[in-house]
């Protein structure tokens, strides 16, 4: 699906010629953590991961099912709920001064559209069914945005017509509206408050590809005219070729794979990209695609060392101890794999008692 080409326009830099971090994510665990009869039992969603999303960039997050992509994106988003915990970590946004989680309940919601949106995978559920589309506008947005019903009304729609949207969708009842359609007036309220940061997981994938581009191309404009920075998840590459501007690669919970997104395309370097970009189908190329063993791992049972070893067809010794740390090979390309780095830091995986100690001192449960 070809986008607009401006959608992969780089980021704009700051004062020094260096990229301006929008989101700064260091050493994030959040597993799910369940008691049955009396012995607990954690799913290890999202394991020590460390990433930044620079100002006006997209940074795609690609990865199979069930390898924490949601996971990751309540927990930046600071939706954590029971079972759902958050261990250690820190995640700083550009217009916070402080770690997320040590923000009071009311300045998190007071954060909440104003400068963190998010668009999710039938985040349409957000309209309420049985009041017209005008009603969640007033809802959700026009506590944030601090004037008159009167001015309220005109800057709702001026949104809704830079972003090509009817200001008649306004006195519609959700069940009026198609599926895309929906979509596109959850993106503009999701965007209306004009957020310096938004959260995207899955936006598109439950579309038929028709509406699927416009609804992408929907977002860039948003994204582009408000110059926000956006975390985009999708499990379908092809997506990412369009939109992304960075892509980072999760594999049971780890980040094992980040770069430029034509790079990795170009050039994967972590055996399991390699895998998943020669999967993708091509036009004229007939020759045979040969599946990975195995499948992912479960997350409450990880493999040791290397979770990816026991379908690697390059592992090592090694990779069965200890993980490999993501490593920055090149400019801008991280990666966590000996064969790529045989210097790769190993990572100690926490024990139980080590995970207690972090979970008393770090937990937060926002409600
Ligand atoms: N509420 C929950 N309680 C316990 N485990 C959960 C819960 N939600 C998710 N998980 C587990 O956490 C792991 C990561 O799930 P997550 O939804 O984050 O993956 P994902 O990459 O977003 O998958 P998908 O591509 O299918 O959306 C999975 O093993 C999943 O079973
Ligand atoms: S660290 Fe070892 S098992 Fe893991 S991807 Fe690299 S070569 Fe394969
Ligand atoms: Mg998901």
């Not at 020590?48 to 795609?60: H, P, S, W």
């Amino acid at each position: 699906m070809a986008l607009p080409a401006n959608g992969k326009d780089p980021p704009a830099k700051g004062v020094d010629g260096a990229p301006e971090p929008a989101l700064e994510v260091v050493g994030l665990r959040a597993y799910y953590v369940m008691a049955y009869y009396g012995i607990e039992r954690e799913v290890r969603a999202v394991d020590n991961i460390t990433l930044t999303v620079n100002k006006d960039e997209i940074y795609g997050l690609a990865g199979e099912s069930s390898c924490g992509k949601t996971t990751f994106i309540k927990t930046i988003a600071g939706a954590i709920r029971p079972p759902l915990r958050v261990l250690g970590g820190t995640i700083k946004y550009s217009f916070l001064d402080r770690n997320l989680y040590d923000l009071d309940e009311a300045t998190l919601s007071d954060m909440r559209w104003s400068h963190l949106s998010c668009v999710l995978q039938g985040s349409m559920n957000v309209l309420n069914p049985v009041r017209r589309i005008r009603k969640s506008f007033i809802d959700f947005a026009y506590p944030h945005m601090g004037l008159s019903r009167q001015d309220f009304f005109e800057a709702v729609d001026r949104h809704l017509e830079r972003l090509r949207l009817s200001p008649d969708v306004l006195s519609a009842f959700p069940h009026e509206l198609s599926g895309g359609m929906r979509q596109r007036v959850t993106i503009a309220l999701a965007t209306v408050c004009h957020p310096e940061f938004i959260i995207a997981d899955e936006p598109t994938t439950a579309l038929d590809v028709v509406v699927q581009r416009d609804v992408l191309a929907m977002i860039l404009e948003a994204q582009q005219q408000f110059r926000s920075s956006m975390i985009f998840v999708t499990h379908d590459l092809t997506v990412h070729a369009n939109i992304s501007n960075r892509l980072g690669i999760m594999y049971a919970g780890r980040l094992v794979e980040e770069g430029p997104t034509t790079e990795v395309f170009h050039e994967p370097l972590h055996p399991y990209t390699q895998h998943l970009i020669a999967s993708l189908p091509r036009i004229g190329d007939l020759s045979r695609k040969v599946a990975l063993p195995g499948s992912p791992p479960s997350l409450a049972d990880p493999p040791s060392g290397c979770r990816f070893h026991p379908r690697c067809p390059l592992a090592m010794d090694v990779c069965r101890q200890a993980h490999p740390a993501l490593t920055t090979v090149a400019p801008g390309r991280r990666v966590a794999c000996y064969a790529v780095d045989p210097n790769a830091k190993p990572e100690s995986d926490l024990s139980l008692g080590e995970i207690a100690a972090e979970a008393r001192t770090a937990e937060r449960v926002v409600p």
